[in-house]
Structure formats: C-alpha cells, structure tokens
C-alpha cells in the first residue's frame, strides 16, 4: 500500500457504511486521517465505525433531505471544529428496465439521492471550506455517466449530472484553497450489485477491457489521493478508473 499523507484532516464521507465509502474510510484512517460517517442507516454507520476503530464517527443523515444535511453539518462541526473533506459516495443503482418502461418514482428516487442529496452535502460543505480556505471535495460518478448505459437511464443521467455539477462547482472555487473532483467507476463489486439485474451486471462486465471488475480498494486509493494536499492543481476534474473502458 503506497503512503497517502491524511495526518490531521478529517473527512466526511456519505454512504460510509458499506461498500465504496467504507473503503474509502479505511484507506483514510490508514493514511492517518479521521473521518465521520454519514449514513441513512444509523445501525450500520455505528457498527461501520466499531470496525474502523480509533478515528471514525458515525452521523444519521438521509442525504435525500436537505434539512437532514443541514443538521448533519450541525452535529459534525459540534464534534470536529473543522473538516477538510468531503467524499460523496451515497447512491443508489434503481431499476434495470428501458427508457419508457422506467418507474417515474424510481427515477425520482434515483435522481433525489444521486444527485440532490449529492448537491446538498456540497451546498452545505462549501462555505466551510471558504472560510478554512481549504478542502477537498471528491464526488463519486460512473462511467456510465459518459457512456449512457442501456436499461439504466435513471442512474446514467444522475451520473452525468454529477460530472456537470463538479465541473461548475471546481470553476467556481477554483480561485481558493477548495478543491474538487470526481471519479468515474466501471462496475466495481460491492452490495449495490444486490439492486442490479444479473444480466446488466454481465453487460457491465463486457465493456472493461481488463475483463474484471474494479475493487473498492482500488477506487478508495484514488480518492484518498483526491482528498490529499498533494492534489492541488486539479479541480473539476473527472478521474478515470474503469479498467480501459472509458479513456476520455
């Protein structure tokens, strides 16, 4: 494992209960960082945080609701005076199912945590990060948010979304000590792979050159990186890791 440098940040990291944000968590704490878990699911967040030891903290948020991340904020900042970043990785996968056939709630849901809720965990960290004059945010998008993938429309746009709205928020904070990025996944396996029809996954699994799926390991390095002070001229950024299927 090669030596990240997180002595004395701390960072939030949305959906750190299970899967990508879990990772990500470890590989924080592993690089001498602290972190808050936020999570819906507050159970899990605080045996999440049991695993990860010394260093982590759990937060109950619904990311969907942004009067939960304005308190969310409230309840962190009264435990850590300052955070340094903050990792979007909540999300959800909806339905498996063409464009016309795609439940209107379930696009709403997908939509509403994906992007929403990723917008309102940004809206509220950024004048925090000002004020420090520094941060790293890194949002965590897909690569099917560039290739727009068939039977998956709902996650796909919310996706690309997440690219525009890094994109817009990196140039508009570009001339402070705030940095941020995304990266875009190919498939990598961890429980969203529950809300995913065999056959997709299958689909997925066909467009990666390397002919495996990425690890959660492999995404939290790149994102621990991200949320580094070594990362500091890029910004709005969109970072590959999809095993060569995606190389723009």
């Given at each position: 494992?090669?030596?990240?440098?997180?002595?004395?940040?701390?960072?939030?990291?949305?959906?750190?209960?299970?899967?990508?944000?879990?990772?990500?968590?470890?590989?924080?704490?592993?690089?001498?960082?602290?972190?808050?878990?936020?999570?819906?699911?507050?159970?899990?967040?605080?045996?999440a945080c049991a695993k990860l030891g010394t260093g982590a903290s759990a937060v109950e948020v619904?990311?969907?609701?942004?009067?939960?991340?304005?308190?969310?904020?409230?309840?962190?900042?009264?435990?850590?005076?300052?955070?340094?970043?903050?990792?979007?990785?909540?999300?959800?996968?909806?339905?498996?199912?063409?464009?016309?056939?795609?439940?209107?709630?379930?696009?709403?849901?997908?939509?509403?945590?994906?992007?929403?809720?990723?917008?309102?965990?940004?809206?509220?960290?950024?004048?925090?990060?000002?004020?420090?004059?520094?941060?790293?945010?890194?949002?965590?998008?897909?690569?099917?948010?560039?290739?727009?993938?068939?039977?998956?429309?709902?996650?796909?746009?919310?996706?690309?979304?997440?690219?525009?709205?890094?994109?817009?928020?990196?140039?508009?904070l570009a001339d402070t000590g705030v940095r941020v990025n995304c990266v875009t996944p190919a498939?990598?396996?961890?429980?969203?792979?529950?809300?995913?029809?065999?056959?997709?996954?299958?689909?997925?699994?066909?467009?990666?050159?390397?002919?495996?799926?990425?690890?959660?390991?492999?995404?939290?390095?790149?994102?621990?990186?991200?949320?580094?002070?070594?990362?500091?001229?890029?910004?709005?950024?969109?970072?590959?890791?999809?095993?060569?299927?995606?190389?723009?």
């Amino acid at each position: 494992m090669n030596q990240l440098d997180m002595a004395g940040r701390h960072a939030v990291i949305t959906g750190g209960a299970t899967g990508l944000g879990f990772a990500i968590a470890q590989r924080v704490l592993a690089s001498g960082g602290t972190v808050t878990v936020w999570d819906r699911d507050g159970a899990a967040a605080g045996k999440a945080c049991a695993k990860l030891g010394t260093g982590a903290s759990a937060v109950e948020v619904d990311v969907a609701k942004h009067a939960s991340v304005v308190d969310a904020v409230r309840q962190t900042l009264a435990r850590t005076p300052k955070v340094d970043a903050l990792v979007n990785s909540a999300g959800i996968a909806g339905p498996n199912a063409r464009t016309w056939d795609y439940p209107v709630d379930a696009w709403a849901d997908v939509m509403q945590i994906n992007l929403n809720g990723l917008f309102y965990c940004c809206r509220e960290w950024a004048p925090h990060m000002r004020a420090n004059n520094y941060g790293r945010i890194v949002n965590i998008a897909s690569v099917a948010g560039k290739d727009g993938n068939p039977n998956a429309s709902g996650y796909s746009a919310s996706k690309a979304a997440v690219m525009a709205l890094t994109k817009s928020l990196g140039k508009e904070l570009a001339d402070t000590g705030v940095r941020v990025n995304c990266v875009t996944p190919a498939a990598v396996k961890t429980a969203i792979f529950d809300q995913i029809t065999p056959e997709h996954i299958a689909f997925m699994l066909s467009k990666i050159p390397m002919g495996r799926f990425g690890t959660p390991e492999e995404v939290a390095a790149m994102v621990t990186w991200l949320c580094t002070e070594d990362c500091s001229f890029s910004t709005g950024a969109v970072f590959d890791l999809s095993g060569g299927r995606s190389t723009y």
